[in-house]
Every structure is written in C-alpha cells, then in structure tokens.
C-alpha cells in the first residue's frame, strides 16, 4: 500500500481460517473496518476509512446499519450471517466520529451474538 505507507488497515480475515468458512472454498479473504493514522497516531474517523478503501480497492466489512444507537438493534446479532448459511457472530458498533470515553477508551463494541456463543 505504498500510496499510504504510514496508514495502518484493520479488518477481519476469513475463510479457511476456522470453523465458520463463510462459503470461501480455499484460502481466506480479507475486509476492512478500521485505519490507523501512523502520523498523527490516532485511528481515523470512518468516512475516511471508507474513502481509502474505495481509492485502494480494498473490501470493507458488511454494514448492516448506519445511524442512532437503539437498543432494539441488538437483534441484529442473531439469525444468520449475511455472508453464508452459517450463525451470524454478532456485530461492531463504532461512531461515525472516532471518540474516546474516559470509562471503557475508544468507543467500539461488539455485540456477540447468542446464537453464536451457543452453538
């Protein structure tokens, strides 16, 4: 990624990497849901996440909602992954604008999923 060497690109690989493959036959695949600015040592806001990614052709993770937190989404972690015909995991919630909350750090949460932590 030589266009941004000082950015960081996190993401989640799956596939042949364990026991949920996620219809990848061989091999794995990756998608991203984070960078890292090494510049100014701060991860970036998720508009310029997207915008690096789309200029670096670089797949991101599937959005299954943008706005408000509602505790009704909570639903989301459950049923089937929208991938495969396998349990869904759960899910991350994130700010559009990175923040930091002074109890738990950076604001990014995972919602697991039940289905998921019983099967």
Avoid at 23 to 30: C, H, N, P, R, S
Avoid at 34 to 52: A, E, G, I, P, Q
Avoid at 64 to 88: F, M, N
Wanted: hydrophobic share 40%; net charge positive.
């Amino acid at each position: 990624l030589s266009k941004h060497p000082m950015t960081i690109f996190f993401g989640e690989m799956f596939g042949k990497v364990q026991d949920l493959n996620y219809g990848i036959k061989t091999g794995a695949t990756f998608r991203c849901f984070d960078t890292f600015d090494l510049k100014t040592m701060k991860y970036n806001d998720w508009s310029v996440t997207l915008r690096l990614c789309l200029e670096l052709d670089i797949p991101i993770v599937h959005i299954l909602y943008e706005g408000p937190w509602k505790a009704e989404l909570k639903h989301l972690a459950e049923g089937s992954s929208t991938l495969a015909s396998h349990v869904r995991e759960g899910f991350v919630v994130k700010p559009m604008k990175e923040r930091y909350d002074h109890r738990v750090g950076r604001v990014v949460l995972k919602q697991i999923g039940e289905d998921f932590m019983l099967r």
